[in-house]
């Protein structure tokens, strides 16, 4: 189960009580106060997110709004990025800093207010806004940042802004993104374009979907609607937050294209120097995670076991495919995302009869056997890549959940072995991965 690979446990969170103004119980002489009401607000509840290949298109905007008003929900944009930051601070102790010149990753998300009080509760959201920010419990552990805690991120022109971590909360709670705030805070940064729709109050989840559905959403090319109640799927991946604490965190510094400058110490600690044999039987040379290359070997062994080596093109793998990438695609200036071939965390091969947005055309009893092996698949991504095997930590060859390509064989694994299927926490990760690079550029 995924939550099991996490080093941080999930806080549960709380509905909060707000004590109303005193009833006035008279009108013909000095008021006096009744017993004191309480004014309750609900924890949050059902949130969707509908998102399409890039920034969002306008008629996934416009049709999601209709889609929502039609059901008696409410809708709004989201934005999502990778910012990066230089140190966070408490009070005068620097509690993490990267080396002069270089910046660690964030993934942040920002909403409307309304959306907001919808996907983490009212109480949360009113403490955002201006420079407060909401943290993720699991980013908040893996580098020990506390409430209150200051953070020297940049804009998008390259400037330095201060952020205070207003409240550390549950993945859950906040969707799985690291930094969770308000669209004014996001538009002081800089991150201006919207990359989600995402709708909340939803009275009837059957009633949505039909009206999604009728709109067009749920079969839309390269649009993908999620939602926080649905199943786990077996391709889904891992948030960036998951990914750093089970591969490591890396500082970077842009380049004037797309490909980063990082960290040697982490690449020395978690890479080969180089190329490596992958496999005798499936004799792939590339330059993967260390932690990942026990998963790929066993994979490629079973590939050439089960007698299908011949759907490999291991001198493609060896030519275009790989690894190890380190890049990031931007959106303005200084945000962007990071790919997950910069942590090592994939690999590409078949790139050929498998082009990104292309029908793949990878033998699906590959696709099992990497599954079982501890990998997401890339032909069921937002945009089709069927060349792309990302390295989830988990099995997924047991997920029962339909895809459009390679649906697992219900009774695909041995009768003898005994696992218990990923349950995961949709809501945990609807915004844990930059939308950009989700499901489209890993």
Request: hydrophobic share 40%; proline share 5%; glycine share 10%.
């Amino acid at each position: 189960m995924r939550t099991a690979l996490v080093a941080a446990a999930l806080v549960a969170s709380a509905t909060v009580a707000v004590a109303a103004p005193a009833v006035i119980d008279r009108l013909d002489g000095p008021a006096t106060a009744s017993t004191s009401a309480e004014r309750r607000f609900p924890p949050p509840g059902d949130v969707v997110a509908v998102s399409n290949v890039g920034e969002l298109q306008d008629a996934v905007r416009f049709a999601t709004v209709e889609a929502a008003r039609r059901a008696g929900a409410a809708a709004g944009a989201s934005r999502s990025a990778t910012i990066g930051f230089a140190r966070i601070v408490r009070g005068g102790t620097v509690v993490q800093a990267a080396p002069p010149g270089w910046r660690y990753p964030f993934v942040v998300t920002s909403m409307e207010r309304d959306a907001l009080i919808g996907l983490a509760g009212f109480d949360l959201a009113m403490q955002l806004g201006g420079d407060r920010v909401a943290m993720g419990q699991t980013t908040a552990s893996l580098r020990g940042a506390l409430a209150g805690d200051r953070i020297e991120a940049f804009a998008a022109d390259g400037s330095s802004r201060v952020l205070t971590i207003a409240v550390v909360a549950p993945d859950s709670q906040v969707g799985g993104t690291e930094l969770l705030m308000a669209n004014d805070t996001a538009s002081w940064l800089g991150l201006t374009t919207d990359t989600r729709m995402v709708v909340w109050a939803i009275p009837d989840r059957a009633a949505l979907d039909r009206e999604l559905a009728g709109q067009g959403l749920t079969t839309r090319r390269e649009t993908r609607v999620s939602r926080s109640w649905d199943p786990p799927r077996a391709d889904s991946t891992l948030s960036t937050a998951e990914t750093k604490v089970l591969l490591g965190e890396f500082a970077y510094q842009l380049t004037g294209s797309d490909s980063i400058n990082q960290d040697g110490g982490w690449q020395a600690a978690n890479l080969p120097s180089g190329r490596i044999l992958l496999s005798s039987a499936i004799p792939i040379r590339a330059r993967c995670h260390n932690r990942i290359n026990a998963d790929l070997r066993a994979a490629l062994d079973e590939v050439a076991a089960a007698g299908l080596a011949g759907a490999i093109d291991v001198a493609n793998a060896n030519t275009y495919g790989g690894c190890h990438n380190p890049r990031f695609n931007r959106i303005l200036g200084e945000l962007g995302f990071l790919s997950r071939h910069a942590w090592g965390q994939a690999l590409d091969t078949n790139t050929v009869t498998n082009c990104q947005g292309c029908v793949p055309r990878m033998d699906c009893r590959v696709v099992q056997i990497f599954r079982k092996h501890n990998f997401a698949w890339g032909g069921n991504f937002l945009r089709p890549d069927g060349m792309h095997f990302e390295w989830v930590g988990e099995r997924r060859d047991l997920v029962t959940t339909p895809d459009r390509y390679c649906s697992n064989v219900p009774g695909y694994r041995e009768s003898t072995e005994r696992f218990e299927a990923p349950t995961g926490d949709t809501r945990a990760d609807l915004f844990g991965v930059d939308v950009l690079a989700s499901d489209d550029d890993h």
